[in-house]
């Protein structure tokens, strides 16, 4: 088959040129006639089913005014004090925000809600929009927008007015995001260009996979507005791996052909015959290697959060159409251009330095001493993988704030000014069969308060038995005090919906290890007081909403998709390996590298980001993404490697084979490498966190496979477990011989 591919190739490659030519013509016809499709709006990352999701429909069924998927808040700071004008103009830019959005707007106006949302000093007051969409759709960005468009005009002189909550984050976070889409595309075309002329001296010749690929990134685009169009949810994340991954993996398994056609031209006839080789010999391990990463990324549509699923959703398909491109035009390209492909250096050309002497060099060092690299190379990547295992994820979504946008800059006067808790109180629910009468739920309500008031880190608790706070309980004259809790009571029980609801108040930042060990504790305390009601005759349920429940929530399912997408990728990109290589230790060593690898990774990553450059953690996302990455493109490498290695071995003995393969793949394979970590690095520029965070962690984990794992760990395992005399009594095998792949150096 893979012969007949090439033979098509060099014999008419400009029916596939002109084929891809018309793909991406209906790919430009359809992107500008056929109207864009409307964003899908996710309405929670989590499951349906997630104990917070269940809590937040039931608080926004039960408390429509107070409760919302994400929030806008306006903040007004005055350092010399509020003026009445201030709070006047804040209420009317509260009601014609209301008008905006058709959701209750809560304003320093409203009776009792002055104490919560105006500063103890007076200077800064806020008003929250709550809104019933997630604070990074479409949707909520548009309200947000539009919200803030009010705040211009009229605004009283010297009042410093910004705007902060989920909903501000989120509006800023996508303006970041999509600055971060066209920086990172900038970046990592110009790197993978740099990178190819200084490696082959030939300008033309880093054109072909550039084009190739570039128009495999096109039609990607296409492909995924298409799918927008089903309804599938693509974000711009989304949109910038698909970027750094289809030019990392696409760029390298272009290469691989015309490396193999290269050195084929100077052994063959004709352009027409090299072609031919080529094909046949690279194509089988091409796929297969693409095969490792696809699937791998595939195995991600297991995770329960939904930007995970999606991940592996929209990645592993568009990676199919930078294969196609690698296969069918890079070569069709090639082939047409004859002798320019290699200009000006031309066909004959002198071996690189890592021909001349890095690759021999490690050969030689591996082939004599194989038990003693392999002891040392698993040492040294042994240790900081163990150490790995102690680390603990960030989930600190507010570390994603853009740096000095309006929503950081609010969120720091309202620290300033405010407990830490005021923004992001938890909401502790009490669902009842029946609602207890007056005197019994306020002795169940101050019970409550009481005992979670009384946790250590518990700044205060909001409820209808004390609607300004428990600490300000008591003082006031019987009147006013049966006044306000009139006043509050539809803020807090729910006849409807038998629903009675607390406002809890931690000390702590709401994403710290802190704030959620103890929102566990109050989960503890709610849950055993639900569970006397009911004994004693009174059905009840307790739930919690909030950011930091969601967060716990988010802690617990990404722990569990971790586990999932690890075991099910190891599986699947195993049983290729091993279909591939016919060796089942040869396979779990290979796995096992990858591994221990992820696990170095993840350790060095840690010490350079948060030790020295000052993060306060790894992402939680970072650990899903990077493994996936690490073990699909580390086994491609160790795909290549291999397959040469079982090709020498039809001519020469264990050692000389693996001295060549590491010789032969050495420039080549590291060539691929240093590209592949050029694009992952690339998401650095986009200047996000997270962006970061991954960028450099994938980057260093396919150096270290590069440059470690396949050309020292792999070969020395080979030969000390002595699996070569093995292998080659099986590579008479009509299957055998169709996947054995041979590759030059760069």
């Not at 100077?266 to 696809?294: H, N, V, W, Y």
């Not at 591996?366 to 990547?381: S, W």
């Amino acid at each position: 088959m893979f012969a007949h591919l090439g033979r098509w190739i060099a014999r008419q490659p400009w029916l596939f040129v002109v084929a891809w030519g018309l793909a991406l013509g209906a790919g430009v016809a359809w992107d500008a006639l056929v109207p864009k499709p409307p964003p899908t709006d996710v309405a929670s990352f989590l499951p349906d089913d997630a104990p917070h999701n269940v809590a937040m429909r039931l608080v926004r069924e039960a408390f429509p005014e107070v409760a919302a998927r994400s929030q806008i808040v306006i903040v007004g700071y005055r350092a010399a004090g509020l003026t009445a004008g201030d709070l006047g103009w804040l209420d009317r830019v509260a009601r014609e925000a209301g008008k905006i959005t058709e959701r209750p707007v809560l304003s320093p106006a409203m009776p009792f809600f002055d104490r919560r949302l105006v500063s103890a000093d007076r200077q800064v007051a806020m008003v929250i929009v709550n809104l019933p969409t997630n604070f990074l759709s479409t949707v909520t960005v548009d309200t947000v927008e539009r919200v803030d468009r009010l705040l211009g005009g009229d605004r009283p002189t010297g009042l410093v007015v910004e705007v902060t909550g989920t909903a501000g984050i989120g509006r800023d976070y996508a303006a970041a995001t999509q600055q971060a889409f066209h920086t990172t595309t900038w970046v990592t075309v110009v790197a993978v260009l740099v990178i190819l002329v200084v490696i082959y001296r030939s300008p033309v010749g880093a054109m072909v996979p550039l084009l190739s690929i570039g128009a495999s990134v096109y039609l990607a685009f296409v492909g995924l507005l298409m799918l927008a169009g089903i309804g599938w949810p693509v974000s711009d994340i989304d949109r910038i791996f698909t970027v750094v991954l289809l030019f990392g993996a696409g760029v390298d398994y272009a290469l691989f052909w015309i490396a193999r056609y290269r050195e084929s031209l100077t052994t063959l006839p004709d352009f027409e015959t090299a072609a031919i080789a080529a094909a046949r010999t690279t194509s089988p391990a091409i796929i297969a290697s693409a095969g490792t990463t696809i699937c791998g990324l595939s195995m991600m549509m297991a995770a329960e959060l939904i930007p995970s699923h999606n991940a592996g959703k929209i990645l592993a398909p568009v990676l199919v159409i930078s294969l196609l491109a690698a296969l069918t035009l890079s070569p069709a390209l090639a082939r047409l251009l004859g002798q320019w492909l290699f200009w000006p250096a031309g066909l004959a050309h002198q071996a690189n330095m890592g021909q001349r002497f890095v690759w021999p060099a490690v050969a030689g060092v591996v082939t004599r001493r194989p038990r003693a690299v392999l002891t040392f190379g698993l040492i040294l990547l042994g240790v900081p993988a163990v150490y790995a295992l102690t680390l603990s994820p960030r989930f600190d979504t507010l570390a994603e704030l853009p740096a000095n946008s309006s929503c950081d800059r609010g969120y720091e006067i309202l620290n300033a000014h405010f407990p830490v808790g005021e923004l992001f109180a938890t909401q502790l629910a009490m669902k009842f069969e029946r609602l207890p009468g007056t005197d019994e739920l306020e002795a169940i309500d101050r019970g409550l308060s009481e005992r979670i008031g009384a946790l250590a880190g518990i700044e205060d608790v909001y409820s209808a038995a004390s609607p300004l706070g428990q600490r300000a309980s008591g003082g006031r004259p019987a009147l006013a005090d049966r006044l306000i809790k009139s006043l509050a009571r539809p803020f807090y029980v729910s006849q409807e919906f038998c629903v009675m609801r607390l406002d809890v108040l931690a000390e702590h930042e709401p994403f710290s290890p802190e704030a959620m060990a103890l929102i566990e504790q109050v989960r503890a305390i709610a849950n055993e007081e639900a569970a006397a009601l009911t004994r004693a005759g009174t059905p009840a349920q307790a739930l919690l909403a909030g950011f930091t429940p969601y967060i716990i929530d988010v802690r617990a399912i990404s722990g569990s998709d971790q586990a999932r997408v690890m075991f099910l990728a190891t599986l699947v990109i195993g049983l290729i390996v091993l279909a591939l290589v016919r060796d089942v230790p040869l396979t779990l060593f290979m796995l096992l590298a990858t591994w221990i690898t992820y696990g170095a990774t993840l350790t060095v990553s840690d010490l350079v980001l948060c030790h020295l450059l000052g993060y306060g953690g790894l992402d939680w996302k970072v650990r899903l993404i990077l493994f996936v990455i690490v073990v699909a493109v580390g086994q491609d490498y160790n795909i290549f490697l291999i397959s040469r290695l079982l090709g020498e071995l039809g001519e020469t003995d264990e050692r000389e084979a693996t001295r060549r393969a590491i010789i032969s793949t050495g420039s080549v394979i590291s060539s691929c490498g240093i590209i592949m970590a050029a694009t992952l690095g690339s998401l650095w520029a986009g200047g996000l966190s997270l962006l970061r965070q991954v960028g450099f962690a994938m980057a260093l984990g396919v150096l270290i496979d590069t440059f470690l794992v396949r050309p020292v760990l792999v070969p020395s395992f080979f030969l000390v477990a002595g699996r070569a005399r093995r292998s080659q009594a099986r590579r008479s095998s009509p299957a055998d011989e169709a996947i054995e792949a041979e590759y030059p150096t760069g």
